[in-house]
């Protein structure tokens, strides 16, 4: 069984361009969560989706934006990047709602310059 | 959602037991207790979870405190392949989201 799957795996961006990042959740799994990790820190919540509708938001710019597709797949899109938002961007996806049984990808490696 | 406060570091060695205590004083009645392990530049992976007592798996074994207070995560016979960043979390079936600290950074000597 495929796990979690995210693409790209690294990506180089310049300051003021717009990034899509997406996400394969494992299969049967209804909810994917978005997480920015930066060098050194625990991962920092972002969103979650579960059957294609937003549940939760963290404490993240407009800047950042979501959305779920009907096969349950996730794209995160960040606009006008900076360059704080360089970060490991991971996904997690879950059979439901509950963000106890999460699943990882391996990550995102956005830099920005 | 409760916060947790782990040690920033730890070392050990080789085929010893590593124990690693969190503390989460403001632990709700229906919290649980997850830990994950994270390799660098991989995402978290789940080690084990549980609500009070004792909970053993294959890798790691969780003991819970009456109180519930803290908890222990228990590695027995470390491997270097055990070196890693172990987080402590804690919240309920109802929460969208966790709080994650910086977690604890084992490392683990030949």
């Known amino acids: 069984d495929a796990g979690v799957t995210q693409s790209p795996t690294h990506l180089i961006k310049t300051r003021g361009q717009h990034v899509t990042l997406r996400c394969s959740p494992i299969s049967g799994h209804k909810s994917v969560s978005w997480y920015q990790q930066v060098l050194g820190q625990g991962p920092q919540f972002i969103f979650q989706y579960y059957e294609k509708e937003e549940r939760g938001r963290g404490n993240f710019p407009d800047r950042f934006s979501a959305r779920q597709f009907p096969n349950y797949s996730s794209e995160l899109n960040v606009n006008a990047l900076l360059l704080g938002d360089s970060a490991l961007y991971l996904c997690?996806?879950?059979?439901?709602?509950?963000?106890?049984?999460?699943?990882f990808g391996s990550g995102t490696r956005l830099t920005v310059v | 959602l409760a916060k947790t406060t782990q040690p920033i570091s730890m070392d050990s060695y080789e085929g010893q037991e590593v124990n690693i205590t969190c503390s989460h004083n403001?632990?709700?009645?229906?919290?649980?207790i997850t830990w994950y392990q994270q390799f660098p530049s991989q995402g978290p992976r789940f080690i084990i979870q549980g609500y009070k007592t004792k909970v053993t798996n294959e890798v790691a074994s969780l003991f819970i405190p009456a109180d519930r207070k803290s908890s222990t995560l228990s590695l027995p016979r470390v491997s270097l392949s055990d070196t890693a960043v172990y987080y402590c979390?804690?919240?309920?079936?109802?929460?969208?989201?966790?709080?994650w600290g910086a977690g604890t950074k084992l490392i683990i000597k030949p």
């Open positions: 403001n632990i709700a009645t229906n919290d649980y």
């Open positions: 997690a996806s879950s059979l439901d709602a509950t963000v106890l049984g999460y699943t």
């Open positions: 979390l804690v919240g309920d079936h109802s929460n969208y989201q966790l709080i």
